[in-house]
């Protein structure tokens, strides 16, 4: 499946949910937050949804700025 | 004390966490200058390096995190990152920033004060980074702005406070707290603005690039307490004229002809 990660299309083998991107990522699912197609991903829903060929996933963290 | 939107800081002195060398050096600065209260952005996480991460160095239970929006280059990108920082923070606090060219970094007065309007309605904590104009600044109150943030001078440029007789409008009419934000270079600038009235001062870059960032943050916090008793204890008016400060009436005068 490829998809749009943070601009960059990338392809995943065996990914089908949000917890499973970032659990290939190694990102702990509480340091971030996603957004699928512009919509803001709840952490509650990220095993439940499911990611499909050509999404735009965007993954966000907060880092040092003023 | 500072209550901004009810929250109360003993503090008046926020620290921006950016361009620190490192996250230990970031933390010990904001350690020393005794803030209660610091910015941060949002960005894509770097998926070469998904280990740096800021909030191992920072705890939202101790500090009120103030993310910001900057990047964005109008209202709709604001809005998109204000969303972007509830769902990171869980919490509504927002500096707004719009700043549409790089070179500058100055403000868009007109984006900010629509995306103020919009994010206020959406329950976010606004305070919005804005030209030292007095005019916008009272419509961004007029709009719910829990406080104003004119700036200086522009972001990173360490030049001061040169909005100074723009800020101290500002500051005269205000009906929330009046920030002074970018370009403060000195704790000398930090002191003078808290001098004029400020409610409180941000600093990022003059502690993060300095020499010793942990001992320039205890030098600010210094500034910014000695500013603000100054203000509350009554500074004296500004005067062309001299004004003598020993006394002019007095014996001597008589016996020493010359000082008559």
Redesign the interface.
Known sequence: MNIT???NTKSFQEISTISDLLHS???SPG???V?LN?T?I?PDFYSSTTLAESDQV????????? | MLTIAGTEFSSRLFL?????SSPSV?AEAIAASDCQMV???????D?DN?DD???KALSQREYT?L??T?GARNAEEAI?LA??AR???GSSWLKLEVTPDPRTLLPDPIETLLATEKLVKDGFIVLPYMNADPILALKLQDVGAAAVMPLGSP??TNQGVLSDAMVEIIIEQARVPVVVD?GIGAPSHAAYAMEMGADAV?V??AISIAGDPVAMAAAFAKAVEAGRTAFVAGMGQRSKQASASSPVDGTLSSDLGFLA
């Open positions: 990660l943070n601009g990522l190694e990102l340091t971030v937050v957004e512009t803001i709840q965007e993954i966000i963290r907060f880092v040092g700025g003023g | 921006g966490t950016g361009k620190f970031m910015t941060v952005a949002l960005r894509r996480v998926l998904p991460d800021i909030m995190f993310p910001n900057s998109r969303h972007l769902a990171a923070s972001i990173g970018a941000l990022n870059t």
